[in-house]
């Protein structure tokens, strides 16, 4: 067996991030130019933040360590904390540098898995390699880190591991990357086990909710969301110093026009009360929380946009689970969308978090820690650009299993066209009702995976709703939108 110079994790700050030490020993890491503190550190701690620039290897702090040593781990936990650092993995005594890890989810910190000779590792059928401008980036939807891959020797040993390998084989090779990388890969589910005989290689990755899952859909999933990866987010206008922007309406196709106007009838009956409805919809942004939503009025909207009205058995041929019908439309009738609520300002209802139970009418109240009820809320406000968060947040999240088991590759698409119905259904309702709504465009799904204590991949949100009192014209402040 060939020797093979071990590895070494280094830490280092982003780019776009520098740190401050200010007199009074508190420590700021400026981000594009904005402050946040990390905390009151000695002159000595701050010193070796210096080297962060850089590089700092993990070798040189550590939790259980000497005073200063112990301090440097705090603070480097504080900064990945904030998601401030990437990683480095270099050959020791050398500047040959592996990898860069590049972390995608809130907290990240790379783990080195213990990974055994005779160990079968197989890469995910959910990872894949792509050029990212001049790089070569390995990735995967599962994954808390994108790895930037840094040496030609690495591709080769990913491409074997398509049939699952063992690692005592894996040693023997002049491309052998080394252990630590392949634990780093087997940390973030880039890599997986494989027991020997088994040659299914769908069903041993993973639980059975994510053998429903194609690559297409997990990684759309993912991507289109918040939560799990470092991607820019909202209207950032990335092409407008490139392209025009496209015009509002689309260009003519050129022959002669039908005037639908003359070819109504003059004795055509006014706008009915749905058409009159669908006009009078807007997204309200601003609420009135002198008189927020009751909770009488929050019963009366769920119960008609989503209780369930019936349920009718399985399918004796397909065994399908049965069906729960709700007053909007569903694919296949599989309704898989389940609606929670953040309740910040509601009269009768506490401030907090409940998942409306559409089969029994009811509110269930989910414990959750403070912060994170009030992330959810701080992150609805920031993205409707509004002075305060909505009265009550719906975050509608999708049962991926109930679509998945019947449509496979189109399961993701469906169940996106499902939350365009449904939000089209509460736009209508809180415009009947009096109310404000305003559909939001994003929602996070780690943030949602911490709260309910549910996999990403198993239930997630897909959608998310703001509802309460509208504020006045005046105050709003706000013109009618076609959202």
Known sequence: ?????????????RDHVTLEAHASGELFAYVDGYPLSIGRFSTG???????????????????????????????????????????????????????????????????????GATDRLALSRFAYMRR???????????????????????????????????????????????????????????????????????????DQNLVLWDFHDLLFHARSTEGRHANPLGGVYFYAGVLPPPPALRPGWPGKKIDLSKARAASAPALSP?????????????????HPIT???????????ARVLSVSKP??????????????????????????????????????????????YALVPIEVQKHHLDALLARSQ???????????????AARFARMSWKYSSLAYSLILKDVGVLTQTLYLLATD???????????????????TGIAFYVEGPVGQFALGRGATPSEQGQEADTK
Not at 48 to 56: F, I, M, Q, T
Not at 73 to 81: A, G, V
Not at 436 to 444: E, F, P, Q, R, T
């Open 1 to 13: 067996m060939r020797r093979t110079v071990p590895a070494q994790l280094a830490a280092r700050l």
């Open 132 to 206: 990212r401008g001049s790089e070569l980036v390995l990735e995967s939807p599962r994954a808390g880190a994108l790895f930037k891959i840094c040496s030609p020797k690495t591709v080769s040993i990913l491409a074997m591991l398509s049939m699952p390998q063992q690692i005592k084989v894996l040693r023997r090779l002049e491309d052998f990357p080394g252990i630590e990388l392949l634990g780093l890969l087997v940390d973030c589910e880039i890599l997986f086990r494989v027991d020997v005989g088994d040659s299914g290689l769908r069903t041993a990755e993973g």
């Open 274 to 290: 749905l058409a009159k409805l669908l006009r009078e919809r807007i997204s309200t942004r601003t609420f009135d929380n002198q």
């Open 382 to 396: 920031y993205s409707m650009g509004a002075p305060a968060p909505p009265q009550i947040l719906i975050t509608i």
């Open 315 to 360: 399918s004796p041929d397909l065994d399908d689970g049965g069906h729960a019908v709700r007053p909007y439309p569903s694919a296949g009738a599989a309704y898989e969308l389940e609606l929670y609520l953040a309740a910040d300002k509601c009269e009768g209802l506490a401030r907090g978090f409940y998942h409306y139970d559409a089969s029994v």
């Open 295 to 305: 909770i009488a009025e929050l019963s009366q909207f769920l119960d008609a946009a």
């Open 433 to 451: 009702m009096g109310l404000g709504g305003c559909a939001l465009g994003i929602a996070n799904i780690d943030l949602f995976a911490k709260m």
């Open 45 to 115: 701690a701050a010193e070796r933040a210096r080297e962060l620039r850089k590089g700092l290897p993990f070798a040189s702090f550590s939790a259980s360590g000497r005073k200063i040593e112990k301090e440097v781990d705090l603070l480097i936990r504080r900064l990945s904390e904030n998601a401030l650092l990437d990683y480095y993995l270099t050959r020791a005594g050398c500047d040959e540098v592996l990898v860069i890890i590049e972390p995608q989810v809130q907290a990240y910190w790379p783990r080195v898995a213990q990974i």
